[in-house]
Nanobody, 115 residues
Framework: QVQLKESGGGLVQAGGSLRLSCAAS????????MGWYRQAPGNQREFVAT???????NYENSVKGRFTISRDNAKNTVYLQMNGLKPEDTAVYYCNIGQRGMYYWGQGTQVTVSS
């Protein structure tokens, strides 16, 4: 089994910054892709950013230039540095990892951006 533990969410004013972390533990062999998704109230879960084992990154258009995804393979941890936060970034943020064709989700961490 794989467990994901997220941290770093909270309440911030518009224009502020937060850094999310997600540490994977358990049956970790070789994580292929790590990523972040988010779900706002009444909306479907949506893609935010991913990073592959080759450090190839991909971002949703609305976060490009503001968010940065990174990973520490030694710690099996993925980060999401969020700058220039906007009220529309308010959501529960979920960590996701892919390993050997299996995908795992974290429990989510709330990010609230006040105007």
């Amino acid at each position: 089994q794989v467990q994901l533990k997220e941290s770093g969410g909270g309440l911030v004013q518009a224009g502020g910054s937060l850094r999310l972390s997600c540490a994977a533990s358990g049956s970790i062999f070789s994580i292929d892709v790590m990523g972040w998704y988010r779900q706002a109230p009444g909306n479907q879960r949506e893609f935010v950013a991913t990073i592959t084992s080759s450090d190839y990154t991909n971002y949703e258009n609305s976060v490009k230039g503001r968010f940065t995804i990174s990973r520490d393979n030694a710690k099996n941890t993925v980060y999401l540095q969020m700058n220039g936060l906007k009220p529309e970034d308010t959501a529960v943020y979920y960590c996701n990892i892919g390993q050997r064709g299996m995908y795992y989700w974290g429990q989510g961490t709330q990010v609230t951006v006040s105007s």
